[in-house]
C-alpha cells in the first residue's frame, strides 16, 4: 500500500511539471498572454490544496517513523528529541538505545503508575478545555467550539438527543491534549463498559493548541467509543492529526485508520466480543477497568471524554498538564 502511495506522489510530481512545461510553451508562443500561465498556476495549486496531502504526510512519516535506527545513533537522536520535547525519561522501562525505530519509543511502555481516586486522566496531556455540555455546542477552547452531534456521528448539522441515566445529571466535555514528547498509549479513566466502537473517516489536520480553530474537530479523523459508567453514559473519542493518523484500541483489530481507502464510518457493536485477558466481555459490551490501557497514537494527538454525571467535583483546571492515573475529578 506504501508503494501505491508513492507512486500516486510521483506521478502528481510529473504531472505537475508537464503542465509547467506546456504552458512555458504557451507562453513563448503568444506573447501577449502572459497571465495564462498564472491562472493555469492558481488553478493547479487550488486542486492541490483540495487533495488529502496531510494524509500523505501522515503515511509518509509513518513509513519513516517505522525505518530501523542503528544502534550507534539511537542514544544521541533520542537523547536530542527528549531534550526539545522534555521527555519524562525516569518512567521509562528501556534504555534509549533499546528501540530501534522512532514508532517503537513514541509507543513505548512505561513503569507501572499509581492509580489514584475519582476520575483520572487517560493520558500524559495537557487540560484544554473541562466545560458543561447545555446544548449542541460545545467549549474546545476560547473563543472557538466543536458540534457535539457531528463530532460524535460524522453526520453535518446533526443534533445529539442524549439518553441520560438520570435527568437531573450533567453532561461534561473533557479535552486532553498529547504533545509529541508525551508517553502515547491512552487509558481508562474510570470503569467503563464500551458498548460500541464508531470509525469516523476524514481529514489530518494539525491538532496542536495553536492550529485550533472552528469546525477542525468535527473534519478530522477520529474514533469513538460509547458506552457507559457508573453515573450513565460516556464517549471517549480519539482524534487523529497531521503525523498521526494512526490509532490503535487493542481489543478491536478489524479497526485500520489512516488509509486512502474512500469508505463509510466504520460501526463494530462490541456485545460479546471475544477479547482476551486483561479486557472482559459481556452482553453489553468491552468492559474496561480504570486505568486499564486501550490503545495508543503513533504520536501525539487528543483524547475527548463527554460524560454523563450527578456528581463530578474537578480538582484538574483547563491548560494544567496532567499524567496518566493523575486524578482529575472526584464524583
Known amino acids: 500500500m506504501k508503494q501505491t502511495h508513492f507512486k500516486n506522489l510521483s506521478l502528481l510530481v510529473l504531472v505537475l511539471y508537464g503542465l509547467n512545461y506546456a504552458v512555458d510553451l504557451l507562453t513563448t508562443q503568444f506573447q501577449n498572454i502572459y497571465y495564462l500561465k498564472l491562472l493555469v498556476l492558481l488553478i493547479i495549486v487550488k486542486k492541490l490544496l483540495e487533495l488529502p496531502i496531510s494524509r500523505y504526510v501522515s503515511q509518509i512519516t509513518g513509513y519513516v517513523m517505522n525505518l530501523y535506527i542503528p544502534k550507534i545513533m539511537r542514544m544521541p537522536i533520542y537523547t536530542i528529541f527528549s531534550e526539545i520535547y522534555k521527555v519524562r525519561r525516569q518512567d521509562m522501562i528501556h534504555p534509549l538505545n533499546y528501540y530501534e525505530t522512532f514508532n517503537k519509543f513514541f509507543t513505548r511502555q512505561i513503569k507501572p503508575r499509581k492509580i489514584e481516586y475519582g476520575m483520572v486522566s487517560p493520558a ?158 459481556c452482553g453489553k459490551g468491552v468492559h474496561i477497568k480504570k486505568g486499564q490501557e486501550i490503545g495508543r497514537f503513533e504520536m501525539g494527538s487528543t483524547v475527548v471524554i463527554i460524560f454523563e454525571s450527578t456528581s463530578i467535583n474537578w480538582n484538574a483546571k483547563a491548560q494544567q498538564k496532567v499524567y496518566f492515573g493523575q486524578s482529575v475529578a472526584t464524583y
Open 124 to 281: 500524559d496531556s495537557k487540560i484544554l478545555s473541562i466545560s458543561k455540555v447545555t446544548k449542541n455546542e460545545c467549549l474546545l477552547v476560547k473563543r472557538v467550539t466543536y458540534q457535539i452531534g457531528q463530532f460524535l456521528t460524522g453526520i453535518k448539522g446533526y443534533e445529539m438527543e442524549f439518553k441520560k441515566k438520570q435527568e437531573s445529571s450533567n453532561l461534561w466535555s473533557c479535552i486532553f491534549y498529547l504533545a509529541p514528547g508525551d508517553y502515547h498509549r491512552y487509558h481508562c479513566p474510570v470503569d467503563f463498559i464500551a458498548r460500541s466502537r464508531l470509525h469516523i473517516p476524514g481529514k489530518l489536520a494539525p491538532v496542536k493548541e495553536s492550529s485550533l480553530r472552528q469546525g477542525l474537530y468535527e473534519g478530522n479523523e477520529r474514533v469513538v467509543l460509547e458506552g457507559e459508567w457508573e453515573q450513565g453514559l460516556m464517549y471517549i473519542i480519539f482524534i487523529g492529526a497531521t503525523n498521526v493518523g494512526s490509532m490503535k484500541v487493542n481489543f478491536d483489530s478489524d479497526l485500520i485508520t489512516n488509509t486512502n481507502t474512500q469508505h463509510k464510518s466504520g460501526y463494530r457493536n462490541y456485545s460479546n466480543l471475544p477479547v482476551n485477558a486483561p479486557y472482559q466481555s
